[in-house]
């Protein structure tokens, strides 16, 4: 069912506040965890394999991607949304260290792009790890996206998948089924243990429904189906060799039906008419 408009600010907020609150957390994440490092770094290396002049990015968090970006392309045009001002804040401070560069952040949700770019449009949309897992509507975002894509554009998005069978397997060997099932029937409340945030686990037919009126999956990419999800760092040294060789692993079964069966899931999207030259 569709949200109302006032359904869809309620939520929003809900998730603005709990953002706000982890921004702080969300830093100290990335800057000591080598998996999700080396995730990003694979979601990047993806991002810059397409041709383009103007980036957006949507849930820039608290600016990693985006300065990242802009700093390693000052000549291209930069914009980043998220829903939590905080988490704005930090991406702005990142940013002032930058000079030169056309780039900004602002406050909003995908719905709200027409707003706060207007008259803009990008070669370059991206959304990296679960930013798009809290809209209430997929599909209206695909539409507000595609409004905001230029007609040759691509998108790179990323999403936590509802067919994490690692996760699965593990919590029903320790006899938690609600747990292991909390993906799959739609009670999953996010990674915090003693904080639910309302999130949806999208499956792959999911993401694909949502987007295939004007946009096929030109690539698809699935993350940890062997390889560790990134809050279970502390139990492989990611960097030795056993770490190596099930990244490998990973990319050996992203050939095969069993890619969209772990952590997260990425789709590379272009226009159909684009994707048929």
């Not at 300065?67 to 002032?96: C, S």
């Not at 990008?122 to 790890?129: K, Q």
């Not at 040294?237 to 079964?253: N, S, T």
């Amino acid at each position: 069912m569709v949200p109302s408009s006032a359904q869809r600010t309620a939520y929003y907020q809900e998730v603005a506040r709990y953002f706000d609150d982890e921004a702080r957390l969300f830093e100290r994440h990335y800057e000591n965890n080598p998996i999700l490092q080396r995730i990003r770094g694979d979601f990047r290396a993806i991002t810059l394999e397409q041709p383009f002049t103007s980036g957006l990015e949507i849930g820039c968090g608290p600016g990693i991607d985006i300065a990242w970006f802009a700093a390693a392309h000052p000549e291209l045009r930069w914009r980043a949304i998220d829903i939590a001002p905080l988490m704005v804040g930090e991406a702005r401070e990142k940013l002032a260290a930058l000079s030169g560069v056309d780039v900004r952040v602002e406050v909003g949700a995908p719905e709200d792009l027409a707003t706060l770019f207007p008259q803009e449009r990008f070669d370059l949309i991206y959304c990296y790890f679960g930013a798009l897992n809290t809209v209430p509507d997929l599909r209206e975002t695909a539409q507000a996206l595609g409004r905001a894509l230029t007609p040759q554009g691509a998108m790179v998005l990323t999403f936590v998948n509802r067919w994490f069978l690692f996760d699965l397997i593990w919590n029903l060997l320790r006899l938690r089924p609600r747990r292991a099932l909390a993906r799959i029937t739609g009670s999953w409340a996010g990674y915090s243990p003693s904080r639910p945030l309302a999130s949806s686990a999208r499956s792959a037919r999911e993401v694909r429904r949502a987007f295939a009126p004007e946009f096929r999956c030109i690539k698809a990419r699935g993350y940890s189906i062997v390889y560790p999800a990134w809050y279970r760092h502390r139990f492989l040294p990611v960097e030795g060799w056993l770490g190596r060789l099930l990244w490998r692993i990973d990319a050996l079964l992203n050939r095969t039906p069993l890619w969209n069966l772990g952590e997260y899931t990425l789709y590379l999207f272009m226009r159909r008419e684009e994707a048929k030259k």
